[in-house]
């Protein structure tokens, strides 16, 4: 059998192949109103589309833990019932066509309060009725465009420890089966983890032990909430792509073997985000080798992602061991069924829709 359909078992769920869609914004939910923040048609039937094409998970895009957490005023959230309401109607979708549907739970920190991005996405300014302020691990703004951020009190901190895992709970009520926890792409925790953005001299700053003290307590008040026997994810900039001053590939090796001992399962390992103006050496699978490195040096299962493309190439990841799994974020967007037809050329098996049957 190909390794690509493959299921794969974490705590008690099986995910019935390894192809699996990354969290992947929209920017398309209402910006207020009673149903802020909350998935509508659009996200239905965007999800919907995967779902029927064979994806093993979906990782719902970043839903915010707070109306400031979101990047946009038109991403999703995950702070009330309104929403928890709305996320259920599309997981009860994703759950009948085989498809194990999860969730990532994001605060947006100092790049939060920005415009579309098919708009160019620059901070909106302080005239405009949806804009509002920032905040972070130190006020130092993501570059000259954005605001200074707001550096958050200890106090601060852990109430929006207390949001994640209050997020954590509505999404259990939501229906979904796998939780992920953002800490990547310059992102609030990632904010507090990269000494770049973290200046700090309180328990929260300085040394690593303190700048992973936000992320850890995150996890494990989440982790509290969430189900022993359902999985628990983290996704993280495994490298920032800068020569010094940053978070690096050995900080990430030391912090994933840290975040296994605190109840994560699987480690989603991107890169890059929190400094501006950096060159990234992109290219097929430019990412892979962050995953397979923490996939050699511990024992926290990985998911592999950045230019993920044709079958061949996915396979081949699995098969050498780089990785658990591999997300494919770009690719279905362009090919909702790219699963079914990996698996018609690799010879694996995968559902497809009774409506479809015309089309095995």
């Known amino acids: 059998m190909s390794a690509l359909f493959e299921p794969y078992r974490l705590r008690d ?3 019935p192949n390894r192809v699996w869609m990354p969290p992947m914004c929209q920017y398309s939910a209402a910006p207020e109103g009673p149903e802020t923040g909350a998935p509508n048609d659009w996200h239905f039937a965007h999800y919907a589309a995967r779902a029927a094409g064979g994806t093993g998970l979906i990782v719902v895009e970043a839903s915010a833990v707070s109306p400031e957490g979101r990047i946009t005023p038109y991403d999703l ?3 009330n019932d309104t929403q928890v309401e709305a996320f259920r109607r599309i997981n009860r979708f994703l759950v009948s066509q085989g498809t194990v549907p999860a969730i990532q739970l994001a605060h947006a920190g100092r790049k939060a309060s920005t415009g579309l991005p098919w708009k160019g996405g620059a901070p909106l300014g302080p005239d405009d009725a949806y804009a509002w302020q920032p905040v972070g691990a130190s006020p130092v703004p993501f570059n000259e465009e954005h605001v200074v951020p707001t550096e958050l009190t200890v106090g601060q901190i852990r109430d929006i420890v207390g949001q994640f895992a209050d997020a954590a709970r509505r999404a259990l009520d ?3 089966e796998v939780v992920e926890i953002h800490g990547a792409h310059g992102y609030l925790i990632n904010g507090f983890l990269s000494p770049h953005s973290n200046h700090r001299t309180d328990s929260y700053g300085g040394s690593y032990e303190n700048r992973v003290r936000f992320a850890l307590e995150v996890v494990d008040a989440v982790r509290e909430v969430w189900p022993e026997d359902k999985p628990l994810f983290f996704r993280v900039s495994a490298t920032e792509w800068l020569e010094e001053g940053g978070w690096s590939a050995d900080d990430t090796v030391r912090f ?3 975040l296994h001992a605190h109840g994560v399962d699987l480690l989603d390992v991107s890169t890059g985000g929190n400094a501006s103006g950096v060159r990234i050496p992109t290219g097929p699978g430019y990412q892979v080798p962050f995953a397979a490195r923490v996939k050699a040096e511990t024992s926290l299962p990985v998911a592999a992602v950045g230019m993920i493309t044709d079958a061949e190439q ?15 974020g770009r690719e279905l967007l362009r090919n909702p069924s790219w699963a079914r037809h990996a698996a018609r050329e690799l010879g694996g098996e995968v559902h497809v829709p009774d409506q479809y049957h015309r089309s095995v």
């Open 13 to 15: 769920l099986t995910i």
């Open 77 to 79: 959230g995950i702070w």
């Open 174 to 176: 939501a229906g979904f």
């Open 256 to 258: 994933a073997a840290e």
């Open 314 to 328: 996915a396979e081949k990841i699995l098969a050498n061991g780089e990785a658990d799994a591999v997300l494919l």
